[in-house]
C-alpha cells in the first residue's frame, strides 16, 4: 500500500440480518459470505442475496469459496442484478482452497462480461513459513490473503511479510485491539477479521464498530 492510502477494511463471515445492520452502520469497505457448506459460518447462495439486499450498496461483497466447481463461483456473481448495473458492481470473489492458476483463469472467463475487465479475485493462503509467502506471491489472482489459519482467531509471524511488494490483505487474528499495530507496522493493502469482530461466535456490533475505528483513526 502507497504511503497516504487508506487501508481497505473487509469483515467476513456475515450470517443474520442483524450482522448486515452492524456493517451497514459502520461502513468497512467490503462483507464476505462462505458459501461453501460445512463451516460454522456457512451460508447458501439464497440467503446470502437477500443479505446483500439488505447491505448498503456502497460495501462491497465478497463470495468465498473452497474448492468449489468454477460453475458455482460464476453462479454467485451472476445470481442478481440489485442495482440494474450489468455487468454487477462491488462483487468479488474469494477462493481459499487449492485453487491453481488454472483455475483462475477458467474462472475468469466464467465470469466475463463482454467489454468489461471482469471481477476481482481475492486467493487466500496460510502463511507458516517464507515458502508460503513466496508462493503467495505468484498467484495470478487479483489480489492475495495471508492468514494464519481458516478462521481460526491465530495471528502469525508477521516477520515473514517482509519484502512483500505486491497488494494483499492480512488476516488472522486481527480485532479491535491489534489493528491499529498491524496497519502501521505492515502496510497492507487490506486487513480482513471475523473472528475478532465476534462474541460467543457470533458478529459483536461493538467490536465490528471499534475495528473500523481503529483502522480509520490512523487516516
Known amino acids: ?37 460445512g463451516y460454522r459460518r456457512s451460508v447458501s447462495l439464497q440467503r446470502a442475496c437477500e443479505l446483500i439486499e439488505m447491505l448498503d450498496p456502497a ?37 481459499h482452497g487449492h485453487e491453481d492458476n488454472d483455475y483462475i483463469v477458467r474462472l475468469r472467463q466464467a465470469m466475463a462480461y463482454p467489454g468489461w475487465w471482469g471481477i ?9 513459513t517464507k515458502q508460503d ?22 495471528t502469525f509471524d508477521w516477520n515473514l511479510l517482509e519484502g512483500v511488494s505486491r497488494p494483499y490483505f492480512l488476516a488472522g487474528g486481527l480485532g479491535p485491539d491489534n489493528l491499529a499495530e498491524a496497519v502501521t507496522r505492515l502496510h497492507p493493502y487490506a486487513v480482513d477479521m471475523s473472528s475478532g469482530v465476534e462474541t460467543d461466535g457470533f ?4 467490536k465490528m464498530a471499534a475495528a473500523v475505528a481503529a483502522v480509520r483513526g490512523l487516516y
Request: aromatic share 8%.
Open 59 to 95: 460495501i462491497a461483497h465478497v463470495g468465498v469459496f473452497v474448492d468449489e466447481p468454477i460453475e458455482s463461483v460464476a453462479r454467485f456473481t451472476h445470481a442478481y442484478d440489485f442495482e440494474g448495473y450489468d455487468p454487477p458492481r462491488n462483487v468479488m470473489v474469494q477462493l
Open 133 to 154: 509467502v513466496d508462493r503467495a506471491c505468484q498467484s495470478s489472482a487479483d489480489y492475495i490473503l495471508l492468514d494464519g489459519g481458516t478462521g481460526a482467531g491465530k
Open 1 to 37: 500500500m502507497a504511503e497516504g492510502e487508506r487501508t481497505f477494511i473487509k469483515i467476513c463471515g456475515l450470517r443474520r440480518p442483524e450482522d448486515i445492520k452492524a456493517a451497514n452502520a459502520v461502513r468497512p469497505d467490503a462483507v464476505g459470505f462462505v458459501l461453501s457448506p
Open 120 to 128: 476481482p479475485i481475492i486467493q487466500a493462503f496460510i502463511v507458516r
Open 203 to 206: 458478529k459483536d456490533p461493538a
